[in-house]
């Protein structure tokens, strides 16, 4: 069911990113990107942390009283710890949130519900991946330097802090759509883009019949970290549906350049999270693109879970944002 | 900021519960007990999956339709899987939580908070953990067969299953109240009812100031798996503050019985969320009791942020909740 939601907005955004990040073709748009990764944390997780706590750092000093009623919050470390410890210290009322990297949309569906039905005014949300947290829990530590499969993606090093409020801002949260889990029975772990496709194409195909609107009706449908492989597979499956997708983007093929050797492009909650917010809301607000739909998709699976022989189900929340 | 929820209540309930659970007091009042742990399942893990989908087929079952708007999980397996996998058929749309062991009330103010802002007419939530499946992640496989600290709880292996209705149900959900993460600086990975029973009062003295109530006056003041050592703690802090808790319950202390060996007691999702179900809501429902306060509590730590040398945050979310 596509919720309405009427009194949500996107007044403020901060990224922080880390190095290879800044050096891609966004790098410039983010607000802080650090010198190499560590964030001066001791560890990967901790530098996680570290990064989350300064994207809402960073987002709320941007308002002039730096304030939230509810702050919603999730990452891809097991038990969410990056969250849990990077945010500790702004004593914001705390929801966590798990949808892998599907949570930018998960937060920002939730937030924009909770206030137009008036449970909040304003609503802090941040998600954050790191490449060598991510790639030693679901894979293996960098150090030992496993060979990429052309499918593989680069997990993102970045945080991305929203403030969602329900008067002010220059980007309206008009609707959402919640997704449901699909799982077409794929295994490999260096294939994310394969697993998430089908997830993106049923919110899709649900928002487009619901709303009795086609992918033309927007100026671009933006998916969250699909990459090359995963793009691929998400056109075909709308043209398979007369949906052809003309207008798609996805944050996974915009992140790096073809020089970052990071073969199918970026993955991760810090994928979606930094580039809708550093490339996409500005022309929002700006009117340079005046409708746009915003799905983030999350591949479900654990690392134990595939080892038990599981395969990998997956998720995607749509948004739809428009210039106010 | 407490959060009125004027159309919030609980239709249907239903637990599936494991072994040991089944033995104990409650174990009458729980609709499902397996008979050996396994839910015919090969792994620990598969099996809480197994008590999860159980938990929410049961409850679905109680109304004349068995139909939801959205669905809220989560669990305390890496990436929440036991959720991701077990509720993957309802094909219900799916909105991940994680807040440990505080995800019963997370869940449920969350829900309450979605229906009474129109977001969704009727709200499914379901959380599991399961003993097995528990003990390997967070700490040694049961085959190790370590000796366990007194003030160890013992996971339950079990599921509550919620449907939460905008307009039907004989337990109302009056308000809600966000608990912010809390650390106090312990690291005892075998006292968890430590780290989180100053979660509980930060969240309950907060309510107690917003409201401008006190203990007495509600019939009782339930929390989720504080066990004995946490309630004991819990109760001084309270004392502290000159609001002595006289009318205290936790799930964790009623879930088994002193002939069971568990040491301090029950926690986990599974805990709070088949105990407040199965021995509370009746209760509530026939008026026996006509107001209470429920926290779950959260420990928010991994097995890794412990072991990198960080301390145990804690989180505790407050449903209040009445006889209608």
Same mark, same amino acid.
């Given at each position: 069911m596509i919720v309405k939601t009427e009194h949500a907005f996107i007044r403020a955004f901060a990224a922080a990113v880390g190095k290879k990040e800044g050096e891609g073709p966004l790098g410039r748009q983010f607000d802080y990107v650090d010198t190499d990764d560590r964030f001066g944390q001791p560890t990967w997780e901790m530098a996680e942390s570290e990064c989350a706590r300064l994207a809402l750092s960073l987002a709320l000093a941007k308002l002039p009283d730096a304030a939230a009623d509810l702050l919603i919050a999730g990452?891809?470390?097991?038990?969410?710890?990056? *969250?849990?410890?990077?945010?500790? @210290?702004?004593?914001?009322?705390?929801? %966590?949130?798990? !949808? =892998?990297?599907?949570? +930018?949309?998960?937060?920002?569906?939730?937030?924009?519900?909770?206030?137009?039905?008036?449970?909040?005014?304003?609503?802090?949300?941040v998600t954050s991946s790191h490449n060598c947290a991510a790639e030693r829990q679901f894979r293996s530590p960098i150090e030992y330097g496993g060979q990429r499969t052309p499918t593989a993606q680069w997990t993102v090093t970045g945080a991305g802090g929203y403030i969602l409020d329900a008067a002010h801002g220059d980007v309206r949260i008009c609707d959402c759509l919640i997704g449901r889990v699909q799982d077409v029975g794929l295994r490999d772990l260096t294939d994310m883009g394969a697993a998430?496709?089908?997830?993106?194409?049923?919110?899709?195909?649900?928002?487009?019949?619901? *709303?009795?609107?086609?992918?033309? @009706?927007?100026?671009?449908?933006?998916? %969250?970290?699909? !990459? =090359?492989?995963?793009? +691929?597979?998400?056109?075909?499956?709308?043209?398979?549906?007369?949906?052809?997708?003309?207008?798609?983007?996805?944050?996974?093929?915009?992140?790096?350049?073809?020089?970052?050797?990071?073969?199918?492009?970026?993955?991760?909650?810090?994928?979606?999270?930094?580039?809708?917010?550093?490339?996409?809301?500005?022309?929002?607000?700006?009117?340079?693109?005046?409708?746009?739909?915003?799905?983030?998709t999350g591949a479900l699976m654990s690392k134990d879970s595939v080892a038990q022989g599981?395969?990998?189900?997956?998720?995607?929340?749509?948004?739809?944002?428009a210039h106010r």
């Open positions: 990452d891809l470390q097991n038990q969410c710890v990056s *969250s849990a410890y990077g945010l500790l @210290d702004f004593e914001i009322p705390y929801l %966590g949130i798990y !949808g =892998a990297c599907s949570n +930018l949309t998960e937060g920002m569906a939730l937030g924009a519900m909770l206030l137009s039905g008036g449970a909040a005014k304003r609503v802090a949300l998430m496709a089908p997830a993106a194409a049923d919110t899709l195909f649900r928002y487009f019949e619901e *709303s009795g609107t086609r992918p033309e @009706d927007y100026d671009a449908v933006i998916t %969250g970290d699909l !990459g =090359a492989h995963g793009s +691929l597979l998400l056109g075909t499956l709308c043209r398979d549906r007369d949906l052809p997708l003309e207008n798609h983007f996805d944050c996974g093929n915009l992140i790096y350049d073809a020089s970052q050797d990071v073969h199918a492009g970026g993955s991760g909650c810090g994928c979606s999270a930094t580039v809708l917010g550093a490339k996409f809301l500005p022309m929002l607000g700006r009117g340079e693109l005046s409708s746009v739909l915003m799905l983030a599981r395969s990998i189900p997956a998720i995607a929340h749509l948004v739809h944002l």
